[in-house]
């Protein structure tokens, strides 16, 4: 009787719930968030099918009506699978596709807005993550809240001075740990202002809803300012230049919220590729605080050249060494970031030196431009910065070897999405943080898309939108709170220690390190982890399809 009353609630649930009516079968897979009116609009299928219709969802009336692609065979999921492409759909609406004998997607529109508030929740989500104050949000029906955290930030115990405090409060917490890490900002901080640069007549007039932590600068750019303030106290006080790797425990915390994690936390010594990556992006927020605060503009660049000359004076790659510390490690080589100093101190200042230093540097760097790059390779910033550079003075030679690089790698990102039957432009490969990597590749398509405008470097970064979404092999979204079925366990330390069960919300999880072995577990870090550098580059595609 008792587990009959049981089934009986839970069909009742299942058959009330309006969630589980919008959602279709799990074959039937596509971009939840939806499509844009004139690009490629596609679902993968995952069941054998010959026709489709996409069905008006008010109504079930049929608006469009095809015939499915394939069979195709995904190597690396072992599926077989159909693909409906029906971009000749373009009247705004919502839909759903049905594939008879099979099921149907779940409901989507089409609209030129179906990417607006996927941005701002993603956007928010760094707001979200900001250390040394309290932070709020309200997110379908949840209160997220978290006081003011790591107001010790930091001990100076390993920069020689036992016992000894300075103030390093503020910036954004890494990941789903709280750490502080320069590399990785940098990656994070440089993508985030390129958005800036190129979809700032859309991204000024969005409203992030943030707190007035910086007078007379556009939303996006006060949340920008926080971190900024942060790096600047990464610099050692004693005028050298040189940065701290990283200010953190000497251990992870628990998963406690942010503050109630009381224990030490320090500055780290410094390395070179932390000093370089400091100068780009201190140089970046130069020019891009400018209009809003000429003097904050200037510090930033004063700050940016004292580093230079350091790392001028001393040209070894001076890496991190971890010691104690059992936090991120963030250890890299260092002539990707020099090489990425000197293409924003070029494009902020036009000085000649910093020009001849980046074009010797690139030459050096063979002008590659890698497709698969992360925080460990900043080298593709600084080829952007200089490739998509409206100054004087280049030499045509660095530009033409640095632009056909960047269409080979983009041509490249085309073949492997089409090669895909989601759409996934990473090939066969897997690995911690690669949904990050998905979302990167945005950023070389639409550099690519800049020098030689063409609607296939579009469409492939659009599809690298959809396969985050839920074009994928699960059929969910790889973003909390966003889309189809999104992960409810991330390895984020507020979402496990808060007692609401849905997680924070807005952010993207790193993914599989196999195409099957994805787990929505919070234990497994390396799979469900969300982090700075990858919610950036997800920021940055959905701020390149919003609209003003
Ligand atoms: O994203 C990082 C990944 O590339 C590394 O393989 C991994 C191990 O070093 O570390 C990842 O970064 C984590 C960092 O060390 C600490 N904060 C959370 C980051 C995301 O998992
Ligand atoms: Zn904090």
């Known amino acids: 009787m008792k587990k009959l009353l049981f089934v009986l609630i839970v069909l009742g649930l299942w058959s009330c719930s309006p969630k589980q009516a919008a959602v279709g079968t799990d074959a039937v897979k596509l971009n939840s968030l939806g499509f844009l009116p004139e690009n490629v609009k596609q679902a993968t299928i995952t069941a054998t099918c010959t026709d489709f219709t996409v069905n008006e969802a008010a109504t079930g009336k049929v608006v469009f009506e095809g015939k499915t692609g394939g069979a195709f065979s995904q190597e690396d999921t072992g599926e077989q699978a159909w693909i409906a492409d029906f971009s000749g759909l373009t009247a705004p609406g919502n839909y759903y596709v049905e594939v008879p004998g099979v099921g149907r997607s779940v409901e989507f529109p089409i609209g030129d807005q179906v990417y607006q508030e996927a941005y701002v929740t993603a956007m928010r989500a760094f707001y979200l993550w900001r250390c040394g104050m309290e932070v709020d949000g309200e997110y379908q029906g949840n209160h997220f809240h978290q006081g003011a955290c790591h107001l010790n930030d930091g001990y100076e115990d390993y920069l020689g001075s036992a016992g000894s405090r300075r103030d390093g409060t503020g910036g954004w917490h890494d990941a789903g740990d709280y750490g502080k890490y320069v590399v990785n900002a940098g990656v994070t901080v440089g993508i985030l202002f390129m958005a800036w640069d190129y979809f700032r007549p859309q991204l000024e007039q969005i409203s992030l809803g943030l707190p007035e932590t910086a007078p007379g600068y556009p939303d996006y750019l006060k949340e920008m300012k926080w971190e900024t303030e942060w790096l600047l106290k990464m610099q050692y006080p004693d005028g050298s230049g040189r ?3 990283k200010l953190t425990r000497v251990q992870f915390a628990p998963f406690i919220m942010a503050d109630q994690d009381t224990a ?37 660049l004063e700050a940016a050249r004292v580093s230079y000359a350091f790392l001028k004076n001393n040209p070894e790659d001076k890496r991190f060494e971890q010691g104690d510390f059992k936090t991120g490690g963030y250890q890299t080589k260092d002539p990707d970031d020099r090489l990425w100093a000197a293409a924003e101190m070029w494009e902020t200042t036009g000085e000649a030196e910093f020009l001849a230093d980046f074009e010797k540097r690139a030459a050096d760097a063979e002008f590659v431009i890698e497709e698969n790059w992360d925080w460990g390779n900043q080298g593709n910033q600084g080829m952007f910065t200089y490739l998509l550079s409206k100054r004087e003075g280049k030499n045509p030679a660095v530009q033409e070897s640095l632009m056909k690089n960047c269409l080979a790698v983009a041509e490249e990102l085309v073949a492997k999405a089409q090669a895909d039957v989601y759409r996934r432009p990473l090939g066969g490969r897997y690995y911690w943080g690669c949904n990050g990597t998905i979302a990167r590749q945005t950023v070389n398509l639409f550099v690519a898309n800049q020098l030689q405008p063409d609607a296939k470097y579009v469409n492939t970064a659009l599809d690298a939108v959809g396969h985050l979404f839920g074009r994928n092999t699960y059929n969910r979204s790889f973003v909390t709170g966003v889309g189809i079925n999104p992960p409810m366990n991330p390895h984020d330390r507020r979402s496990g220690a808060d007692s609401i069960a849905a997680p924070w919300p807005g952010y993207l999880v790193g993914g599989g390190h196999s195409a099957t072995d994805w787990v929505d577990l919070q234990e497994s870090y390396s799979h469900n982890e969300i982090c700075i550098n990858w919610q950036a580059p997800l920021v940055f595609a959905l701020a390149w399809f919003t609209q003003p």
């Open 243 to 245: 940065v701290s790797h």
């Open 264 to 300: 030490k936390r320090y500055f780290t010594e410094w390395s070179s590729a932390a000093t370089a990556d400091f100068v780009a992006m201190m140089a970046r927020a130069a020019r891009v605080f400018q209009p809003y605060d000429a003097a904050y503009a200037t510090r930033c």
